[in-house]
């Protein structure tokens, strides 16, 4: 049974700094490209970051690149999500999620509960 529990989130000023955490039990956790998406109420859910599982090749939706850094622990089945530079507009609940292939930002298999990032001036 795929679980995943995503933790970090806070409220921030924008600008601010944030790193969640994603701990993943109950599968071959290593086999998996796996990342995050969010969803800001009202708004569709949007991808915004993934890893492959083989060689760590990272994926960055453009309005995160350069503020956002994915990196992933094998050893402690951990994923990670350095978030600089916050901006209001990245306010969302943020997911963790294991995907079929990170090039597609529509291919998540299994997700977490979500924690929520509010950047508030």
């Known amino acids: 049974q795929v679980e995943l529990m995503e933790s970090g989130g806070n409220s921030v000023r924008p600008g601010g700094s944030l790193r969640l955490s994603c701990r993943a039990s109950?599968?071959?956790?290593?086999?998996?490209?796996i990342g995050w998406f969010r969803q800001a109420p009202g708004k569709e859910r949007e991808g915004v970051s993934c890893i492959t599982n083989l060689h760590g090749d990272t994926y960055y939706t453009d309005s995160v690149k350069g503020r956002f850094t994915i990196s992933r622990d094998d050893r402690k089945n951990t994923i990670y999500l350095h978030m600089n530079s916050l901006k209001l507009e990245d306010t969302a609940v943020y997911y963790c999620a294991t995907s079929r292939e990170c090039r597609d930002f529509d291919a998540w298999l299994s997700w977490g509960q979500g924690t929520q990032v509010t950047v508030f001036s």
């Open positions: 109950g599968f071959a956790y290593s086999y998996y490209d």
